[in-house]
Nanobody, 115 residues
Framework: QVQLVESGGGLVQAGGSLRLSCVVS????????MGWYRQAPGKQRELVAR???????SYAEYVEGRAIIFRDNAKNTVYLQMNSLKPEDTAVYYC?????????WGQGTQVTVSS
C-alpha cells in the first residue's frame, strides 16, 4: 500500500518560512504529478501547488511567488518551500497525487502562522 507522510509544519510568525516534506513509500518517478494541498478549519481542501513527473510546477494564485514545489526522486520526496507566510496560510497541509486519490490522504502536517 502506498503511504505518504508529511512533515515540516509548525508554528511560525508572519513573514517566516517553512519547508514541508512528503515522503512516499514508492517511487514517485512514475507518478504523473504530485501535489500539495491544504485545508483550513471550516474550509474545503484546496490545491496549493503541483509538480509533474517532468518537473513542471504550477501554483495557486495565493502562493504564487511565495512557494516552491520540488522533488527528489531518489528520496521519493516532494517538498513545498513556503516563504513570506501569512496568517491565511494556516492550515493542515497534505500531499497526494494530482489528481488526488482518496485512499492516499495521510495525516498532514499543521502549519500555523501567527500575526
Amino acid at each position: 500500500q502506498v503511504q505518504l507522510v508529511e512533515s515540516g509544519g509548525g508554528l511560525v510568525q508572519a513573514g517566516g518560512s517553512l519547508r514541508l516534506s512528503c515522503v512516499v513509500s514508492r517511487s514517485i518517478f512514475s507518478i504523473s504529478a504530485m501535489g500539495w494541498y491544504r485545508q483550513a478549519p471550516g474550509k474545503q481542501r484546496e490545491l496549493v501547488a503541483r509538480i509533474t513527473s517532468n518537473g513542471m510546477a504550477s501554483y495557486a494564485e495565493y502562493v504564487e511567488g511565495r512557494a516552491i514545489i520540488f522533488r527528489d526522486n531518489a528520496k521519493n520526496t516532494v517538498y513545498l518551500q513556503m516563504n513570506s507566510l501569512k496568517p491565511e496560510d494556516t492550515a493542515v497541509y497534505y500531499c497526494n497525487t494530482f489528481p488526488a486519490l482518496n485512499n492516499f490522504w495521510g495525516q498532514g502536517t499543521q502549519v500555523t502562522v501567527s500575526s
